[in-house]
């Protein structure tokens, strides 16, 4: 393997590591389910969406479709219209029932329709006290419509604490009926499949390199990563290597840890989560 394998902050890795969840995901969308990934920032909530969408398509007679954000119209109009353009359909239709219907009665129709989206958080705003709020009105449209078309629609959002402000603050349909798929922090052992690059290159990491880089990134995936995408090019790597790269993250990486806090003190968000911050 030639050049440097790691790249912490894309969503298409070089070297994927299976997510135990993944079985569950999938057989769940094959039955038309619904659920919500549940995690933090950097706990691989779009690879794992990369690769559901991957294991769907090259598994069933599916149209997978992956939303990565919102659209710039945070209306429900903007909502059902984003929808229709991943589709490849017109934008005229009044409804999901009504655009579903048009595409299972077309002359391409797969037998299903798989929905992904990224960034679920992001439909939560702007939060209203009172009012029909968008994000709300958009899912119970799609909740709505999941019902009619039964096992031929499979539906998953990814989200972090924001996926709170719909089931405590704005109430959900969709919500209340989807399971929970919690992502866990990379094990141990999942830290040493992803540094096998470092092995095929004749450097494999020692025993305390991999307990330095498993204790300073706490397992999230993405600071794994990085770890490893800084030491790559460091001869001998020593466990004071790892902490010396870590040390600058926070100065070198605010958005990082901002984003972080942000999911907590937003105050668009419910009052919760800052109370436990604070």
Known sequence: ????????????????????????????????????????????????????????????????????????????????????RHMRLSEDFMDLRELFDAYFNG???????????????????????EGNHPGRAFFSNLEAAHRDFESNLG?????????YVFRDVLGSPFI???????LSPFSREDLLKLSSPFHEQ???????????????????????????????DITQLTARHVGELFSSFQSKHREFIRDIHHSFADPKLSRAPQRVWL
Request: charged letters at 20%; zero cysteines.
């Open 176 to 182: 209340s009926r989807a399971e929970e798929i919690l």
């Open 1 to 84: 393997m030639t050049g440097n394998p790691y790249n912490w902050q894309k969503h298409t890795p070089k070297i994927l590591i299976e997510r135990p969840q993944m079985e569950t995901a999938v057989d769940l969308l094959r039955q038309g389910g619904s659920a919500y990934i549940l995690a933090g920032r950097g706990m691989g909530k779009s690879v794992f969406l990369h690769q559901i969408e991957k294991e769907m398509k090259a598994r069933f007679d599916v149209r997978v479709i992956r939303i990565a954000s919102p659209p710039l119209e945070m209306t429900v109009r903007g909502y059902l219209k984003m929808v229709a």
């Open 202 to 232: 004749g450097q494999p990491l020692s025993e305390e390199v991999v307990d330095a880089l498993f204790l300073a990134s706490g397992g999230n995936p993405a600071l794994v990563t990085y770890g490893l995408q800084k030491a790559w």
């Open 155 to 163: 539906i998953i959002a990814a989200g972090g604490i924001g996926v």
């Open 107 to 129: 002359p391409d129709a797969a037998s299903g329709i798989v929905l992904l989206f990224d960034e679920y958080d992001r439909y939560a705003h702007p939060l209203q006290a």
